[in-house]
């Protein structure tokens, strides 16, 4: 097909006006209802057909299959009927005729009606139409671009000549559903400039659109989520529109539109509420294995425990009569809900052992993960999968599902890894981008680890095979040119390997093409600072000038993200003091637009930074705003559902201990009773030796205490007593103490758990170790949490004594007298004497 240029001609175009005998053929034809119907006038009027019949007739075949559900469309039964195949052979000889509309609409018929591709009526339809292209109007060449893509032409040179006239007529075109369309097709050869101009021109057409036509916002979203745009206002709009329609919605729409946003770094909650109210009331009619199939994987994620076990039972009652694809789709969305439904998970597994030869590479990858992230147990088919893994990556030329396959094949249990594997890793190497050589670093290091022929020779593969990763990711990265590009890379890539080999590099990288940071990229930048926790003083205060001078551009659902790193990495100055206060100002009118969760998450970067916006404290400290919040997490997913309640109760720990003036209640009693019985963290190596230390410094156990248990539940590593000479207190000394009518003192902190007074002059100590994940990456600097959790200790009355690890494990102290006298000088001479 992409040789199709050379084939183009230009023959002579007549168009034959319909006679009194045509016209009542097309009567007989206009008169079908069925498709029996149709190839019987087809039948009975071979010699008398003419173009504009041929046209009619397939495009009334495909309206027939159109109206119908999927599982009751005989497209196969019409494909092979002999009439169609009349209708085929003369369609092909009338080509010519044909004027420019009937040439695609016969095309795209002929392609619902699945006729093959290389089938040479398709072929020859093509040609024409490449023929035709420049005077096609905008909606034949929208239709045109959906056949292409059919085709699997999407970078083929006739799909770039509608690229180029789509860029050349732009503003001629006024139908939102064209546009949208045309976007989705054209959408991998877009330059820049054309994307930015496409987005501009849907948002205009979608304010003057019908809004019952929500085919265009959701083509729109799904024109984003492919160019990985996130044009969080034109999002916003599309989110109304569809919200509004999701009453009216079916399940495959609505499953649509959810997976289209599920991959979308955008907040929704208004339609994945709306989206949740009505697929609960599809329950009762999605009864086939098709339309249970896409209400399962829609409503599922979203739905709480009661519909969900309704909706397990019922597909463990449908599993036999799923198809491959749909055993697939269900397996992935039990995967995503954290299913321990074991029967439904094995009745699942059973119908892909039985499906395994059909399956893709990438489909054998999507399915080993869920299965071994189910913990589901089948020797036999794991081991199926292994072979059918190993034969895909000796035959498999993309790049990414070699990729993925050696990442799932690492998941699997084996017991050694063929050599073959080895080589096909060396071969793809070059090729690889950062994330895909973080991916197969991991599963090398994986393999390493466990292998059980450790010898010298395996030892020398896997490291020879580490060090060619290294070097590769070394050149990727100092080859970056672009920063966009770049960013892309970076977007997802983590875990030791690149903390230890490539961090400070790809820093200095970032460094060098700072100058092409925009308001518009930025935000892959600064999740970037965030998640690897680097502190960057160029690259944020390069952060916050933009930030600063682009605050009307940025939408207000943005925010959360640029203060993140700021407060993340307690980066403070001038410029940032600015930020923090511009955007407070900037977001506070938009309080009501935002999703209940993203403020609490906003809330919290501004209290770790200890600012406490009173409008946005008073708006989330609402019992309906609270209640709307409840609301939501039941749709979000259980990580993302525990993230947002352990920040709420952060932020009411903050407001409450730093704005006492608020009046805001602590609620979180009973949640942080529950988390704190779940809580089994393990005492280190380092933290055992402190603890014995301190029991000789401090004179005895009884002197100090472990993991002790502050008002509002903060966790000290170590807390001990000092009195006015700062002696050690012991604690039973403490309990004696009697200054109240029942000797003991009820802090006001609504719980029940009392603490003993301590004497006149006495101070209560907090002795905290800080491991690595305290402070920014590669730097002594502490994190903002950290500072947070100190400041609050020193409102509860401890004088709060930090112990870094850096000073711990350094080589001046190397043994139990220099760590002992280390201690000493923390707890009597970092303390200022009472008085």
Same mark, same amino acid.
């Given at each position: 097909m992409l040789r199709l240029r050379a084939l183009r001609c230009h023959p002579h175009r007549l168009f034959h006006h319909g006679t009194v005998c045509q016209d009542q053929v097309m009567g007989q034809l206009r008169a079908c209802t069925a498709e @029996?119907?149709?190839?019987?006038?087809?039948?009975?009027?071979?010699?008398?057909?003419?173009? /504009?019949?041929?046209?009619?007739?397939?495009? &009334?075949?495909? %309206?027939?299959?159109?109206?119908?559900?999927?599982?009751?469309?005989?497209?196969?039964l019409i494909r092979t009927h002999p009439q169609f195949l009349t209708l085929r052979v003369l369609a092909e000889n009338k080509i010519s005729l044909m004027d420019d509309a009937t040439v695609v609409d016969v095309l795209y018929g002929g392609l619902r009606l699945q006729i093959e591709p290389h089938d040479s009526l398709i072929q020859q339809l093509v040609i024409e139409a490449w023929n035709r292209l420049e005077r096609f109007p905008m909606t034949t060449l929208s239709k045109l671009s959906i056949c292409l893509n059919d085709l699997g032409l999407h970078h083929s040179p006739l799909m770039g000549h509608i690229t180029e006239i789509v860029n050349q007529r732009l503003d001629s075109i006024q139908d939102a559903r064209v546009l949208t369309t045309l976007m989705i097709s054209i959408s991998s050869l877009? /330059?820049? #400039?054309?994307?930015?101009?496409?987005? *501009?021109?849907?948002?205009?057409?979608? $304010?003057?659109?019908?809004?019952?036509?929500?085919?265009? =916002?959701?083509?729109?979203?799904?024109?984003?989520?492919?160019?990985?745009?996130?044009?969080?206002?034109?999002?916003?709009?599309c989110s109304r529109i569809l919200t509004r329609n999701a009453p009216n919605l079916d399940v495959e729409n609505l499953s649509i539109v959810l997976t289209l946003y599920h991959s979308l770094p955008f907040s929704n909650w208004g339609f994945r509420q709306?989206?949740?109210?009505?697929?609960? *009331?599809?329950? $009762?009619?999605?009864?086939?294995?098709?339309?249970?199939?896409k209400l399962f994987i829609a409503l599922g994620p979203l739905a709480g425990p009661a519909t969900r076990e309704s909706l397990e039972r019922t597909a463990l009652l449908l599993a036999d009569q799923l198809n491959a694809q749909q055993a697939i789709v269900i397996a992935e969305t039990l995967e995503e809900m954290q299913s321990r439904n074991f029967q439904l998970i094995n009745k699942i597994a059973s119908v892909l052992h039985k499906?395994? *030869?059909?399956?893709? =590479?990438? @489909?054998?990858?999507?399915?080993?993960? +869920?299965?071994?992230?189910?913990?589901?147990?089948?020797? *036999?088919?794991?081991?199926?999968?292994?072979?059918?893994?190993?034969?895909?990556?000796?035959?498999?030329?993309?790049?990414?599902?070699?990729i993925m396959l050696t990442r799932v094949l690492a998941m699997l249990p084996s017991a050694r890894i063929e050599e073959s594997v080895f080589s096909r890793i060396d071969a793809?190497?070059? %090729?690889?981008?950062?994330?895909?050589?973080?991916?197969?670093?991991?599963?090398?290091?994986?393999?390493?680890?466990?292998? =059980?022929?450790?010898?010298?020779?395996?030892?020398?593969?896997?490291?020879?095979?580490?060090?060619?990763?290294?070097?590769?990711? #070394?050149?990727?990265?100092?080859?970056?040119?672009? &920063? $966009?590009?770049l960013m892309e890379e970076l977007k997802f890539i983590s875990g030791e390997w690149f903390e230890e080999m490539?961090?400070?590099?790809?820093?200095?990288?970032?460094q060098r093409l700072a100058d092409q940071l925009t308001w518009i990229n930025m935000l892959d930048l600064v999740l970037f600072l965030t998640r690897t926790t680097y502190r960057s003083t160029s690259l944020l205060d390069q952060i916050a000038s933009i930030a600063l001078e682009n605050i009307h551009k940025i939408h207000y659902s943005a925010i959360y993200i640029i203060l993140l790193p700021f407060a993340v990495l307690n980066y403070d100055s001038p410029k940032v003091d600015e930020l923090f206060d511009a955007y407070i100002q900037h977001f506070t009118p938009k309080m009501s637009l935002f999703d209940p969760h993203m403020l609490v998450l906003l809330a919290y970067v501004l209290a770790l930074t200890s600012r406490f916006p009173e409008p946005l404290i008073r708006e989330i400290f609402r019992v309906d705003f609270l209640a709307k919040l409840d609301a939501q997490l039941e749709t979000l997913s259980g990580a993302q559902n525990m993230?947002?309640?352990?920040?709420?109760?952060?932020?009411?720990?903050?407001?409450?201990?730093?704005? =006492?003036?608020?009046?805001?209640?602590?609620?979180?009693?009973?949640?942080?009773?529950?988390?704190?019985?779940?809580?089994? /963290?393990?005492?280190?190596?380092?933290?055992?030796?402190?603890?014995?230390?301190?029991?000789?410094?401090?004179?005895?156990?009884?002197?100090?205490?472990?993991? +002790?248990?502050?008002?509002?539940?903060?966790?000290?590593?170590?807390?001990?007593?000092? $009195?006015?000479?700062?002696?050690?207190?012991?604690?039973?000394? &403490?309990?004696? &103490?009697?200054?109240?009518?029942?000797?003991?003192?009820?802090?006001?902190?609504?719980?029940?758990?009392?603490?003993?007074?301590?004497?006149?002059?006495?101070?209560?100590?907090?002795?905290?170790?800080?491991?690595?994940? /305290?402070?920014?990456?590669?730097?002594?600097?502490?994190?903002?949490?950290?500072?947070?959790?100190k400041r609050h200790? @020193?409102?509860?009355?401890?004088?709060?004594? %930090?112990?870094? #690890?850096?000073?711990?494990?350094?080589? @001046?102290?190397?043994?139990?007298?220099?760590?002992?006298?280390?201690?000493?000088k923390k707890l009597f001479t970092e303390l200022p004497r009472v008085p």
């Open positions: @029996e119907q149709l190839f019987d006038v087809v039948s009975k009027n071979k010699a008398k057909l003419s173009v /504009s019949h041929v046209g009619f007739a397939v495009g &009334l075949l495909w %309206q027939f299959q159109r109206e119908r559900p999927e599982m009751l469309r005989t497209v196969k877009l /330059s820049p #400039h054309l994307r930015d101009a496409l987005i *501009e021109k849907a948002d205009i057409l979608l $304010d003057s659109m019908d809004t019952f036509h929500y085919n265009n =916002p959701r083509r729109v979203v799904q024109f984003l989520r492919q160019m990985k745009c996130i044009h969080r206002p034109l999002l916003e709009k709306a989206a949740m109210q009505r697929l609960l *009331e599809l329950m $009762d009619s999605c009864t086939d294995p098709e339309s249970f199939t499906n395994l *030869e059909v399956y893709r =590479p990438v @489909e054998i990858a999507k399915i080993i993960q +869920a299965l071994v992230l189910l913990h589901c147990q089948s020797p *036999e088919l794991f081991s199926r999968l292994r072979s059918i893994v190993l034969r895909y990556l000796q035959t498999c030329v993309n790049i990414y599902e070699v793809v190497l070059p %090729q690889c981008s950062l994330i895909a050589l973080s991916s197969i670093t991991t599963v090398v290091t994986k393999w390493m680890r466990n292998d =059980p022929s450790y010898s010298q020779s395996t030892h020398s593969r896997y490291v020879r095979l580490l060090q060619n990763l290294n070097r590769y990711a #070394h050149e990727r990265v100092h080859a970056a040119k672009r &920063l $966009d590009l490539l961090l400070e590099e790809t820093i200095v990288v970032l993230r947002v309640r352990s920040r709420l109760m952060q932020l009411n720990r903050a407001v409450y201990l730093e704005c =006492p003036e608020f009046q805001v209640p602590w609620f979180h009693e009973r949640y942080c009773m529950q988390l704190h019985r779940r809580d089994h /963290s393990s005492v280190n190596l380092a933290q055992q030796q402190i603890h014995s230390m301190l029991e000789e410094v401090l004179g005895g156990v009884n002197c100090v205490r472990v993991a +002790a248990l502050t008002p509002y539940f903060y966790t000290v590593d170590y807390e001990c007593v000092l $009195d006015r000479n700062q002696q050690p207190v012991p604690y039973s000394k &403490l309990s004696e &103490l009697q200054i109240s009518e029942n000797g003991k003192i009820q802090w006001d902190s609504g719980s029940e758990k009392e603490r003993t007074e301590l004497p006149p002059g006495a101070q209560r100590i907090a002795l905290d170790f800080l491991n690595s994940k /305290s402070f920014c990456k590669n730097s002594q600097h502490i994190k903002g949490d950290v500072l947070m959790r200790l @020193e409102i509860l009355g401890y004088r709060v004594l %930090q112990i870094p #690890h850096f000073e711990w494990n350094s080589m @001046e102290l190397s043994t139990p007298d220099a760590w002992k006298e280390y201690l000493r």
